[in-house]
Each structure stands twice: as C-alpha cells, then as structure tokens.
C-alpha cells in the first residue's frame, strides 16, 4: 500500500500544478473552445507517456545518441517556434497560436 500511495501522491503533484498543458486547458475552457476534446487529448497523451516512462523508454531513449539528438533538436525548434508566436501575439494582440 505504501509504494501505491507514493506513486500516487507523485502522479497527482505531476498534474496539479499549472504549468503549460494546464494552462492551455483553462485558457480553452475560459473561451469555451472544445474544451472536452482538449481534454480528453491531454489526458490520453498523458496516460500514453506515463506508460512508456513506465517501461523503461527513458533508459532506451538516453542510450541511443542519434535519437537522443533527433529528440533534442525537435523540442529547440518547438519552443523557439513557440516562443515566437507568443512573442508575436504579445506585440500585435494577435491571441491565436498558429498565425
């Protein structure tokens, strides 16, 4: 009982806090933009990952460096794009993502 309640006592702090997916949620729901959709995406994406973490993808992952790379490269290239389009949006009040 003590290893599921760690475990579980872990999971929650992972969602309870407000960072980036859940600030997108609440931003959907406050427009009321398929919020359900949203959601149910998130919460998918969020089982799919926590399941490969489980099974050791990680340790795969950190042992092959051209993969390694491939990931790191696409996660620059999505934040810089990112924060562009924020940076974009804060001067032209332009509130979308994508444009």
Known sequence: MGI????????????????????????????RNYVFVVSGICFICDVILMG???FGVGEFLAK???????????GILF????GFI???????????FYG
């Open 4 to 31: 599921f309640l760690k475990g579980f006592l872990l999971s929650l702090s992972l969602i309870v806090a407000i960072g980036a997916q859940n600030a997108f949620i609440i931003k959907q729901g406050i427009t």
């Open 52 to 54: 490969l973490g489980i």
């Open 64 to 74: 092959n460096k051209v993969l390694n790379l491939l990931i790191a490269s696409a």
């Open 79 to 82: 934040v810089v794009y990112y």
């Open 86 to 96: 924020s940076l974009k949006s804060a001067f032209f009040q332009d509130y979308g």
